[in-house]
Structures are given as C-alpha cells and as structure tokens.
C-alpha cells in the first residue's frame, strides 16, 4: 500500500493543508488503487473517476484559496444506496439498474458543499439486505484480510473500500448492524449514529424507523470529523433531530478516569468464536488499565431483540419496496395488466433474500396477523429500548463485541436464511433503540479482525468516541493493514 | 407452524410479487422455519407494554407552507420507462383483473 492510500482523513488534511500533496495526488492515488485492486476485490459497482478528477481539482483551488473544510480533497466512497446525481444508484439491485437519481441525498450534497471527492458507489447486499454482501446482484465482495471470507454486510463494499485504501472514508447504512458488523469483518472503525442524527433523505429506504446513514473510517477521530460534516437537522427529513451537532473531538482524552463502562453479560451467547471472546476480554481489560470503571450490567431482552427485527424491518421493508412498481423508474416488465405487470417486474427484478423479506413483512402485516406479529413485535421493542434506558442510568456506555464471530467463507451461511440473521445478534439492539454504536478494531483471530462495539447514549456520540479514541490510541490494532502487495 | 402453499400465494398476491412454482416451495419452507424463530416472543407477556413505533421523542414536525422550487418535470420523468406526453404512462387499472380491489 503506498503511503498516500494509508493515511487517516485527519493526516491527509494536514498534508493537504501543507501543501505536501494535492487534492489530485491523493485522488489519482486511490483512483489507481481502485483500478489494482477491485477485479479482485469488487468493491466498487461504479467508479467515478471524471467526477473525482474534477473535485479534486477544485479542492486544490479552494485549499490554495484558504476556504478549506474538514473535508475538502478528502476521497470518499458512498455505498449505492445512497443517492447521486453524477453517477448511477443502483442499491445492488436488478430492478434499478442504470438509475439516475435526479437528486442528491443529503450527506451527498453535505459532502460536495465541503469539496469531498467521490472515487465511487460501493457494492452492498441487495437494497442492504444482508449480512455478507452475497445478496448483491452484481457480484461478491471479497474479504482483503481473506480473499476466501465475507466482507460482512449489508455495507461490505464501503468497508473493503477503507480496508483495502481505495477512499480514506466511506458512508454506510445501518439497519440492523450494516455499519458496525462489515467494518469488525474488514479491521477498520464503523459508527452508526444515533437514530435521527443525520438526515436519510436520498438514502433508499429499507426500514424507516431504523436506518441510519454513518461512516468507515480508520481511526475514530475520523469518524468524529466525518459525523461532524454529515450530522444536523435536515428540512426533507423530519426524522432528523433538531439537536445541535457538538464537536464530537472536544472531549477526546487518553484518560477514562470517571468513566463509567457497562459489561452486559447477555452479550456472551454460546456459538461466540473463543478468539472474539478472549480478544473483546483483553479490549475490555485495557479500558480498565485507562482508568474506566467496569460496572455489570443486565440487558435481559436481548435475546428478543433478532426475532423482533425480523418482524419490524421486513413489515417496514414491505411497505418501502412497493414504489418499485415498473411505473416511474426502474425495471418494467410488458404485460396485459397492470397487476401481470407489477407482479413480473417485482418477481424479475427483486432477489432472493429482497422477496423473501417483503413476504415475511406483507405476512406480519397482513389481515389476521398483524397483532400477533407486528403489534407483537412493537411492544417487544418498547422492553428492548427499556433494557437500554436503565442501564444507561447506571453507565455511560456498554461494551460488548460487534460480532460473534470474525469473517465466515462464501456460502456457510447461505442456505439456511436464519443462519445468516444471527451474524447481527449483537449489533440490531442498538437499531431498535434509537441508540449509537461504535466498532473499533480489537484483534485477531485466526488472521481475521476482531471488532469491539461501544454503545452509548441517545444522541451521546462523544462518549462513545472519547471510548473508542482512547482505547485505539492505547493499542496498535489500527494500524494493521492487510497484505495486498 | 407450517405455511401451506395457498398462504404463501395468498401473501406474493398481496405483495403484488410473482413467484415461480419453485420459488413458493421454497419460500413455504424458509419463512415458515423463521416465523417459528420468531414465536420466541410468546415467551414474553406484553399485555401491559405499550408499542415502540419509532425511538425519536418528535411529534407533528411541521413546516411553513411556502412554495419552493421543486425538480422539473423532465428531471421527475428521466427514469420512467414509459412516458406520453409529460406523463408517466400505466396500464389501464380499471375494467381489468385488478377491477375495484385496487
């Protein structure tokens, strides 16, 4: 890896500020890396490079002007679902092939406002479907740590893109876990903010009360900077919170005196890998070292937590697919009816694990099961988010692992749909409360990336990134980097 | 719980999605193996438990009713695969199979 496709969003800003590279260097850097790497890797389902070149020589310009922001000159890739109007927005899926967006989504205006370069729109499962990113239509992301292994998923190719130094960042989305779990899977930092934080519009919606748009990173305090330029109120998502975006680095320091760390013990399930368990131990014996107080805490509806989803997000997903109808974008079958039509584009166009959870939510949602289901599940969550709020009386974060395993082969998990659910069994809690987590690197095992995950507070980002930036700076597995010559 | 094949065609025809012969087969097996993961909930009693439809603490967001640009019309249409004369072209949805249920 050359030095410039190995560096932090915060190092490139000095250097770019420095004058010691451009804007253009850096893009040609990854642009190039792109070009090595991704008939391997696949991580990219376009790439943009006429429209990177060209940000980045306007970043130059703005930087030579002193106009600078956090982000300007920054290569960033933005995972396909969401929405872009200098490249197509596919979310991995059939029925969108070759759609153009007439719009930005908000993080992307955000972005392009502060001159961020777009290298490119990065593979995911099929409409963030997944956990491996094998549900896209378009091919399998590999694993840069394990060419043989999943990246994770739903956002496996952002991740691989910020694992593999194709961007310095990349955003993600995070329904059930498609932030945190890609990025334990591929070594780098994953955040997913709290639910309201930043605004989803343009983001293609799976399941709205739950997803949440957040960044790949390689250090936390990257993921600090890039929360700060995509958070804050947004007048086309009145989901977003009209709470003020702090500066989430204010606070950083090496010293967790004073800091209260709760260790949940329903997050040690039996099936856990003994090399996540010793390494997510060791993680949790180095808060301690820094001076964080470890407290016990009891989340016992977590359990509940993945059958929950598995009503709630499919009923959501049911709901937000049903635009796809072959009428205003997107694959369109010919037929005698309209009803013919809708039902051999949907059938055509949509995947495997796509159909099998609008069934699942049409089921849930359908006349006679809906309070055994739906209603069901809802009041499940009210005890899952109860869960978190008396805990959080007693502590200002929880530590658990991000997964239960590392990185599994293609095709281990494929065949039995629940299989591959219980990938997120640690990460959904967080989407059913409304609640931020962090993924930070914590080890290996067997030559796979470990991942820690620190849940906080509504809204309490800084807590969770103080954690998480004290702990990485007090080890080294950050910076590890996999070996692609 | 089993689902039989009539359940899974009576939900695909809800969800307006066509499903091969195979693919109903197979649907019947998988979502029938998940809902019985999902029967853990029974576990728990919720009678008295109030539902969580969404986490964040707003209520009626409103806005000023101004007029504000929006996307043009050939922007809105770009993508549709059938147009005529600035429209989004549809089959007819009335008269046909989908007759008033629609």
């Known amino acids: ?485 | 719980m089993r689902l039989t094949i009539a359940d899974v065609e009576h939900v695909a025809a809800l969800a307006r999605l066509g499903l091969t012969v195979e693919e109903k087969e197979r649907m019947r097996d998988q979502l029938s193996s998940i809902l019985g993961h999902i029967e853990a909930l029974n576990e728990l009693d919720t009678d008295a438990i109030s539902p969580t439809a969404q986490t964040i603490n707003l209520t009626n967001v409103m806005r000023d009713d101004v007029v504000k640009p929006s996307l043009s019309r050939e922007a809105v249409l770009q993508n549709a695969p059938r147009t005529t004369d600035g429209f989004f072209e549809v089959h007819t949805p009335l008269g046909g199979e989908e007759g008033e249920s629609s």
């Open chain 1, 1 to 485: 890896m050359t030095e410039l496709t190995n560096l932090s969003a915060a190092e490139a800003r000095r250097m770019l500020d420095g004058r010691q590279i451009s804007s253009v260097e850096l893009t040609d850097a990854h642009l190039a890396r792109i070009e090595a790497l991704d008939e391997q890797l696949f991580c990219h389902l376009h790439v943009m490079s006429d429209v990177a070149k060209s940000q980045a020589i306007a970043a130059d310009k703005r930087i030579a002007e002193g106009a600078q922001t956090s982000m300007t000159g920054i290569p960033v890739s933005l995972k396909d679902v969401l929405c872009t109007t200098d490249a197509p927005t596919t979310a991995a899926s059939k029925i969108l092939e070759g759609y153009r967006s007439p719009y930005d989504a908000t993080v992307v205006a955000r972005l392009r406002e502060q001159g961020a370069v777009f290298v490119g729109k990065a593979n995911t499962d099929e409409f963030a479907m997944g956990s491996s990113t094998e549900n896209s239509a378009y091919g399998i992301t590999r694993n840069p740590w394990n060419t043989n292994c999943v990246p994770g998923g739903s956002s496996g190719g952002p991740a691989v893109a910020v694992a593999a130094g194709e961007a310095i960042v990349s955003l993600g989305s995070d329904t059930g876990g498609s932030i945190r779990q890609p990025a334990g899977f591929c070594g780098v930092v994953g955040l997913k903010p709290t639910y309201g934080r930043v605004s989803r519009y343009g983001l293609i919606a799976f399941a709205s009360s739950l997803d949440q748009i957040g960044p790949f990173t390689r250090t936390v305090e990257d993921a600090a900077i890039v929360l700060e330029a995509i958070a804050g109120k947004d007048p086309s998502d009145s989901t977003s919170a009209p709470i003020p975006v702090p500066s989430f680095r204010e606070n950083f320091s090496l010293d967790l005196t004073g800091t209260r760390i709760g260790v949940a013990q329903e997050y040690s399930v039996s099936g856990m890998e003994p090399g996540v368990e010793s390494a997510v131990v060791a993680a949790i014996d180095q808060l301690r070292a820094l001076g964080a107080e470890l407290v016990p805490v009891s989340l016992p509806h977590t359990k509940y937590a993945l059958p929950t989803y598995y009503i709630t997000a499919p009923a959501e997903a049911s709901a937000n697919l049903s635009r796809f109808d072959g009428v205003k974008y997107g694959l369109s079958k010919e037929a005698t009816s309209i009803r013919e039509m809708y039902e051999q584009t949907r059938g055509e166009g949509f995947g495997p694990e796509v159909k099998r959870r609008i069934m699942l939510g049409t089921y849930a949602l359908s006349s006679g099961y809906y309070d055994a289901y739906y209603v069901k599940a809802q009041k499940v969550r009210t005890l899952i988010k109860q869960d978190f709020d008396r805990a959080f009386e007693q502590v200002d974060a929880i530590v658990a692992p991000t997964s239960p395993t590392v990185a599994f082969q293609f095709g281990s998990r494929t065949d039995d749909p629940y299989q591959m659910y219980l990938a997120d069994v640690f990460t959904i809690p967080a989407n059913m409360a409304g609640i931020p987590g962090l993924a930070v690197p914590c080890g290996f095992s067997g030559g796979l990336p470990v991942s820690l995950q620190i849940l906080g507070k509504a809204f309490d980002e800084s807590t969770i990134l103080r954690i998480g930036h004290a702990y990485e700076q007090s080890t080294t597995w950050h910076k590890e980097r996999p070996n692609l010559g």
